[in-house]
């Protein structure tokens, strides 16, 4: 039902994007994380280069992006790795090691790399157990004999990144997200022990990627 609303709402801007002459602008689905740390940079450059061709970003949870067909009509589909997308093939893998995110009061003006050792019993915003990032993050905790104490639970990576820069507790973020808080009030370090993560681009495995979906990637 939710498909054949979304499809109904598009055809008015369907219409224009014919009369306009835009209608193969790219259209782009991808988590909340994605959405709201790699992509608005990306956007921004693209805008500037094809003026004229406003890109379609839509933002789906995980498990809806689990479910996308062919008929949902995107160009490019962004979601942390691993994900079954049986309708979509991998064109670009994007690895990034995450970073530590914590209120300029608890972490260390320090310019290198940190232990893990510096969280022991400091207040930690958690990620939802079923995020990516988690089960690597609590094995690197465990492993190391650090015992955080946990203020809060989200299944939200941009949640997370709010609450270290309202001095909540400290959070493990992607790279992108955590550009986006950097400043006065947080400072954001990379950690000794390496957490590798993903996002991978995919695109429907039946047809050949498109001009502007080439050029958006």
Same mark, same amino acid.
């Given at each position: 039902?939710?498909?054949?609303?979304?499809?109904?709402?598009?055809?008015?801007?369907?219409?224009? =994007?014919?009369?306009?002459?835009?209608?193969?602008?790219?259209?782009?689905?991808?988590?909340?994380?994605? %959405?709201?740390?790699?992509?608005?940079?990306? %956007? =921004?450059?693209?805008?500037?280069?094809?003026?004229?061709?406003?890109?379609?970003?839509?933002?789906?949870? *995980?498990?809806?992006?689990?479910?996308?067909?062919?008929?949902?009509?995107?160009?490019?589909?962004?979601?942390?790795?691993?994900?079954?997308?049986?309708?979509?093939?991998?064109?670009?893998?994007?690895?990034?090691?995450?970073?530590?995110?914590? /209120?300029?009061?608890?972490?260390?003006?320090?310019?290198?790399?940190?232990?893990?050792?510096?969280?022991?019993?400091?207040?930690?915003?958690?990620?939802?157990? *079923?995020?990516?990032?988690?089960?690597?993050?609590?094995?690197?905790?465990?492993?190391?004999?650090?015992?955080?104490?946990?203020?809060?639970?989200?299944?939200?990576?941009?949640?997370?990144?709010?609450?270290?820069?309202?001095?909540?507790?400290?959070?493990?973020?992607?790279? *992108? %997200?955590?550009?986006?808080?950097?400043?006065?009030?947080?400072?954001?370090?990379?950690?000794?022990?390496?957490?590798?993560? =993903?996002?991978?681009?995919? =695109? /429907?495995?039946?047809?050949?990627?498109?001009?502007?979906?080439?050029? *958006?990637?």
């Amino acid at each position: 039902v939710r498909q054949t609303v979304d499809l109904v709402d598009y055809l008015p801007r369907a219409a224009r =994007a014919i009369s306009e002459g835009v209608f193969d602008r790219v259209s782009v689905v991808a988590t909340s994380s994605i %959405i709201h740390g790699l992509l608005p940079p990306t %956007i =921004a450059q693209y805008t500037d280069r094809r003026p004229g061709l406003p890109p379609r970003v839509i933002m789906r949870s *995980f498990r809806e992006i689990g479910d996308l067909g062919p008929e949902d009509n995107f160009d490019l589909v962004l979601a942390p790795m691993p994900i079954p997308l049986g309708q979509f093939s991998l064109v670009e893998t994007i690895e990034f090691e995450l970073r530590l995110a914590g /209120p300029a009061t608890l972490m260390p003006a320090s310019g290198g790399p940190l232990d893990l050792e510096i969280l022991d019993g400091m207040p930690f915003v958690s990620l939802d157990p *079923f995020a990516t990032y988690q089960e690597s993050i609590e094995t690197a905790l465990h492993e190391t004999g650090v015992d955080v104490g946990y203020v809060c639970e989200t299944s939200s990576v941009v949640t997370a990144a709010q609450l270290v820069r309202l001095g909540v507790g400290c959070a493990f973020l992607d790279p *992108f %997200i955590a550009a986006s808080v950097r400043g006065p009030e947080v400072r954001v370090s990379k950690i000794r022990q390496k957490l590798t993560h =993903a996002y991978g681009v995919y =695109a /429907p495995s039946l047809e050949s990627l498109g001009r502007e979906a080439e050029e *958006f990637l």
